[in-house]
């Protein structure tokens, strides 16, 4: 799933500085299953912000809402009519949640409490590694199931550098060489011939957002915009 | 076997099932201490809630440095339930502590 971090109290403080009076938005999604942004997790920053403030002798009046997800406008939408008795909006979605929040009140200052980290797997509470960056061309059927973009710190689409090392990378010796457990995963599952395939770099260059739309939902006629 | 007046006590079925915000709030709300009472490590009755609360207290603890009051104010306490006596002595030694620290900073501000 998408993982955040809330950001340092201390960061989060000073953006807030010039507001008086704050929403702090959650997530049900994501963030909530991550414990970085979900309905707990904005009262607690709520409570520790109200106090910070107070102590510095310029109060903060703070409220919380958390919605299903931030990016589906239906729930955004539940945001429309208060979204005004607010100096700014503090989220605490992923980031793609808190464009799309400062998308819809484009003249209401949005602010994120979180820092996105990634699409990761969780090892156990509280506790997240990444493995995928959604490079948009997956290549896992031929690296038996670990990712080369990901896990490999070059990125290597065709096997090892000159740089792996006994099983590790030469940046850490604590850090995997991808190429060697791929290399060893497919040997295991006898597919060891799929590694002579040369796979073509990707071209990295002019990433501009991508559009995904599903096969069956292109929209024939004109686009009706929510 | 006295312990003083000035704790309030709150009880909960297991110290797992007190949570950051909780201690938060009290502090937040005018209290100038809070301790959570579990039992002994390893003796959990269910296990590990007191080493889930010990977790929070210590992630309390360092919220309450962010915050800028002072992390003593928050403390946790192990026993067994039939230590009585030492309920007492920690009810003291976190009184005396407190006392020590002087009333809870917030108190002075406007109360929210």
Known sequence: MIVAKRKPFDEIKQILEPYSKVLTVGCGTCVSVCLAGGE????????????????????????????????????????????????????????????????????????????????????????????????????????????????????????????????????????????????????????????????????????????????????????KSE | MDYPLNVKIIRVPCTGKVDVVHLLRAIQKGADGVYCVGCLEGACHYNEGNLRCRERVEHVRQMMEEIGLEAERVRMYNLSSGEGPTFAAYANEMTENVKALGPNPLKKKKNS
Request: proline residues 5%; hydrophobic residues 35%.
């Open chain 1, 40 to 223: 707990k997790e904005a009262a607690v920053l709520n409570t520790e912000l109200e106090m910070a403030r107070r102590l510095d002798g310029h109060p903060i009046e703070l409220e919380t809402r958390t919605v299903e997800r931030q990016c589906d406008r239906e729930y955004l939408a539940e945001l429309d009519d208060i979204v005004n008795d607010y100096d700014a909006l503090i989220s605490l979605a992923c980031g793609v949640g808190i464009q799309f929040l400062a998308e819809r009140y484009p003249e209401k200052p949005v602010l994120p409490g979180v820092d996105t980290t990634g699409l990761a797997v969780n090892q156990s509470v509280g506790n997240y590694e990444e493995r995928c960056r959604s490079c948009g061309r997956c290549v896992l059927a031929m690296t038996g199931g670990i990712c080369p973009v990901t896990m490999c710190a070059k990125g290597l689409y065709n096997g090892p550098c000159g740089g792996t090392n006994l099983g590790s990378c030469e940046i850490n010796p604590d850090q995997p060489c991808a190429w060697h457990r791929i290399h060893e995963r497919l040997a295991a599952q006898g597919r060891l011939d799929l590694i002579h395939e040369i796979t073509e770099a990707v071209d990295w260059c002019d990433q501009v957002p991508r559009m995904t739309i599903q096969p069956g939902y292109e929209k024939k006629s004109e686009d």
